[in-house]
């Protein structure tokens, strides 16, 4: 039965792509809060504390980069599951649902344009990154490499926005999931090292998701050697990922 | 007579609550059939199993000869759904919502379809301003436009002009008499008996998860006490008196 939509699975997504793309670029406080925040950040982290803070590089801005990212991604989803959310509860998606379409395409229109609109953030602020002093010898390896972490990570923090988009009972509860991952980089590696943390904190620190991949970014972008930190940080990412889409689904299922 | 729809002792029920409790009914094709009943009376829950998007517990569904149950592709090609809010997407233009749908029925001239039913539905002037700046009148407009898209045999409406002001009402009734003349089958519901009778060739009334009434309203009247003469001075509704200044305004 499916086969008599197949070839339309492309189109189908191009329409829901081009949609959720409009939504992103008429609200402007989105691209506000996703880009300019972070960015808002990083200055006031390079500019203002990061003379007091011994990070133990020459530039600040190459330390704090990677965290910088995590978090406007992180607030990205947020937008993810809003605008999911709104779509169930305006009727649009029970009008997608009985239209001869396929059917994951409404739920996959949002997954991509969450990838398409974070990746447009995170450019935007190693642009301004570069701008103020960023640097990385690394080369175009080290770089694919990266992308490929960011891009991970973004899928799984988006299938996470789809369980909070998909179950919420209110707007504010629909974006409040991303608070705590916003704060997450703060209790990691990404702003100070852990080493100058109190036992309790440092311990949590090391074990929490963004310290690998804040340390496996940093080590692709300055040009090091990655070590085991990049399994842990694969781990974790995959490991979300696939934990949050089988839930998703099963949400989006029951749901539908 | 070819049937357009056919329900045969259809349940459902959420939870601990027996929504329908084997609803029988039959749809003729090329008809306007509304479907009676007041709030939480299981019309909705009705609509959404016909449009695939609810599973009955029990009982067959039949839409366009197709089994809701195992051709639901086949159901889904057949027909358009307006549900009780205006499903409409704020943020694009009324042009773009209708573009939006042609493309997902991948109809060959979206654009052209997009203009003709801006036109239709009075809405050519506020065709590319966003929804969000819509009063509710022109979003249920909107609305019953996008399901005008791609011409689909069998039209629901569930309750398509709760809300309406009475020049919206008048116009979203025109539109059904049109779309059932062409020879598509309308499926309506609704709470008001008036909107039943104005439009309806068959009504059935929907109590309590059960049809307790059923047939043209010739045969409905024919349940009740046959009616006492009684001589009344006739007062003009609200309705009539403002219709009358309203067209008497644009005549002018």
Known sequence: MNTLHHHYYFSDMGVMLGRSMRHIFRSMDTIITVTITPIAMLLLFVYVFGGAIQAGTDTYVNYILPGILLMAIASGVAYTSYRLFIDVQRGIFERFHSMPIVRSAALWGHVITSLVSNAISVAVIILVAFIIGFRSPGGILSWLAAAGILCLFTLALTWLAVIAGLSAKSVDGAGAFAYPLIFLPFISSAFVPTRTMVTAVRVFAEHQPVTPIVNSLRALLSGQPVGNDIFSALLWCVGILGAAYFFALWIYKKRV | ?252
């Open chain 2, 1 to 252: 007579m070819e049937k357009a729809i056919h329900m045969n002792g259809i349940e459902k029920s959420y939870k601990n609550l027996h929504v329908l409790k084997g609803v029988t009914f039959e749809v003729e094709k090329g008809s306007i059939f509304a479907l009676l009943g007041s709030n939480g009376a299981g019309k909705t829950t009705i609509v959404k199993i016909l449009a695939t998007l609810l599973k009955p517990d029990r009982g067959t569904a039949i839409v366009n000869s197709f089994d809701v149950a195992v051709q639901p592709d086949n159901v889904r090609q057949s027909i358009s759904l307006t549900g009780q809010s205006a499903a409409v997407d704020e943020i694009l233009t009324g042009r773009e919502n209708l573009v939006m749908i042609a493309r997902l029925r991948h109809l060959s001239n979206p654009h052209q379809i997009a203009c003709d039913l801006l036109a239709q539905f009075d809405l050519s002037e506020a065709a590319d301003r966003r929804v969000s700046t819509y009063s509710g009148g022109m979003r249920r407009r909107l609305d019953i436009a996008m399901s005008m898209v791609g011409d689909a045999p069998v039209i629901f409406l569930d309750e398509p002009t709760t809300g309406l002001d009475p020049q919206s009402r008048v116009a979203v009734w025109n539109t059904i008499r049109t779309r059932a003349e062409k020879g598509n089958t309308v499926f309506l519901t609704t709470q008001y008996l008036d909107e039943a009778e104005q439009l309806a060739g068959r009504i059935a009334i929907l109590h309590e998860g059960r049809i307790i009434a059923h047939g043209i309203l010739a045969e409905l009247k024919k349940l009740f006490p046959p009616a006492k003469v009684e001589y009344v001075e006739k007062q003009l509704s609200l309705e009539e008196i403002f219709l009358a200044i309203v067209d008497k305004k644009e005549a002018m």
